[in-house]
């Protein structure tokens, strides 16, 4: 039972390229979140789902995109990436009726 | 979601017990208390949860007053490895829209050798 886990660990872009990240759980867990976390600050949410084939956004969702094709996968996506994208981005995935969120190791993005 | 208050920083020798506290002091009824944990790099990790009564797990007991403003969150015998940022969060449980984490800047937490 691996629990989450983030591909890649870290990466480096330049402006303009796109790139996708993907989280996977094997816990059969229904939902799945994206949340970015800058130096010095909380987590803020990106885009979340409740189920598979569901995406919605969170608080900063502009310049991603996310899909949800498999219950076990949420990939997000960035079409072009911006130097403000710089971040470490966590991946969560909860059951439902259970309020805990269990959180992947993380992705280190440096958007040049 | 209830705001709530942590300090900044806290020091602990290494085999004390670790006690973080936190204020809520406009929690509201159907609100929990929990606590997150994020060592350096890593994700958060999810340590206990609670509404009104105290909880004890492998990882920490968690102690709520009696009028529900205030909680600590007690790690029996600190070790090296505790040393991470704790995030005190109330929030109403099962909730299914607009559902995120509002993590703040939590505890920094120095277990000393």
């Known amino acids: 039972n691996a629990g989450v886990t983030q591909t890649p660990k870290f990466r480096v872009l330049k402006t303009g390229q796109s790139m996708t990240l993907l989280c996977a759980q094997d816990?059969?867990?229904?939902?799945m979140y994206w949340y970015r976390q800058d130096p010095g600050m909380g987590l803020r949410l990106i885009h979340y789902?409740?189920?598979?084939?569901?995406?919605a956004k969170g608080e900063v969702p502009d310049g991603y995109n996310v899909s949800r094709l498999k219950k076990q996968n949420f990939l997000l996506g960035l079409e072009s990436a911006a130097p403000s994208q710089t971040s470490v981005y966590f991946c969560?995935?909860?059951?439902?009726?259970?309020?805990?969120?269990?959180f992947g190791p993380g992705t280190r993005l440096l958007v040049l | 979601d209830a705001k709530t208050t942590q300090p900044t920083s806290m020091d602990c020798a290494e085999g004390r017990a670790a006690n973080l506290p936190c204020n809520h002091s406009?929690?509201?009824?159907?609100?929990?208390v929990y606590w997150y944990r994020q060592i350096h790099s890593q994700g958060p990790q999810y340590i206990i949860h609670?509404?009104?009564n105290n909880e004890t797990n492998e990882m920490a007991s968690l102690i709520i007053t009696e009028d529900r403003k205030s909680s600590t969150l007690i790690l029996p015998h600190a070790t090296l490895r505790d040393t991470a940022v704790y995030y005190c969060?109330?929030?109403?449980?099962?909730?299914?829209?607009?559902?995120?984490?509002?993590f703040g800047k939590g505890t920094r937490l120095h277990i000393l050798p």
């Open positions: 969060i109330v929030r109403v449980a099962m909730r299914n829209r607009d559902d995120k984490i509002i």
């Open positions: 609670g509404l009104k």
């Open positions: 816990m059969n867990h229904e939902y």
């Open positions: 406009t929690i509201s009824g159907n609100e929990y």
């Open positions: 969560a995935s909860r059951s439902t009726g259970v309020e805990t969120q269990y």
């Open positions: 789902s409740v189920g598979e084939g569901t995406t």
